[in-house]
């Protein structure tokens, strides 16, 4: 069966995260002053597994063998 699978990564707290910084700049500059900006990378996998813990934990496997860095990141998986 095909589930549809939604990973989401993330710099953990603290972790230095320049592209954040300089977004946040951009938008203070345009008038868009914010307390605080965090960035994430979005990915959306359809993926065949027996049920849907099975294609959670094949995308936990994606996180920790490949997508993630578990040093620096966290991330939430959502399986639909």
């Known amino acids: 069966m095909n ?3 939604t990973i989401t990564i993330a710099l953990k707290e603290g972790m230095l995260n320049p592209e954040a ?3 946040r ?3 203070a500059n345009l008038g868009f002053p914010t307390e605080g900006l965090s960035t994430a990378r979005l ?3 359809t993926l ?3 049920d849907a813990a099975a294609a959670e934990e094949e995308a936990r496997q994606m996180c920790e063998r490949l997508l993630a860095n578990p040093v620096i990141h966290h991330y ?3 399986v639909e």
Do not use: G
Request: glycine share 0%; proline share 0%.
């Open 3 to 5: 589930y549809d699978v």
């Open 21 to 23: 910084r300089a977004i």
């Open 25 to 27: 700049h951009a938008l």
């Open 43 to 45: 990915y959306r996998i």
């Open 48 to 50: 065949d597994a027996a």
């Open 76 to 78: 939430t998986i959502e």
